[in-house]
């Protein structure tokens, strides 16, 4: 099936799209709301945690990963991690109270970077309240 997945397209045999991200072979811009989402961030002064929080109904089957992160966590521009139980939530807070934290909603369309309710530090004029592309 795999050899035949990979040779459709130059035999000019018709391939159905999948669902499962992790197994589609031809290009597709899905992925890109994160690459441009993490780029503002980057320009933007200051450090940051971006808190995700995936609907009920999210499948990381289907859906893409949004939380993945450089090595070295604590000297990363961006820090991305997933909502947790309140009390764990508190703790990623603290752990991280000099950054700018931001909550994501990957599963909500449009999807929007917002400030953490709740959270400390000021945040810098930028991507805030951005719906991606």
Do not use: I
Not at 69 to 74: I, P, V
Not at 76 to 91: C, F, H, L, S
Not at 113 to 129: D, N, T, W
């Amino acid at each position: 099936m795999l050899l035949l997945r990979l040779t459709a397209p130059a035999l000019g045999l018709p391939v159905a799209e999948t669902k499962l991200w992790w197994l589609r072979l031809a290009p597709s811009d899905r992925g890109l709301d994160r690459a441009h989402l993490l780029a503002d961030l980057e320009r933007t002064p200051g450090q940051h945690l971006v808190v995700v929080r995936y609907g009920q109904t999210h499948d990381p089957l289907t859906q893409l990963e949004w939380v993945y992160n450089a090595a070295d966590l604590d000297g990363a521009k961006v820090v991305w991690a997933r909502e947790m139980r309140p009390d764990k939530t508190a703790q990623l807070l603290e752990h991280y109270r000099d950054r700018h934290v931001w909550l994501l909603e990957p599963d909500q369309q449009p999807v929007r970077l917002l400030p953490y309710p709740g959270a400390g530090a000021q945040h810098p004029a930028g991507p805030e309240g951005t719906a991606l592309r």
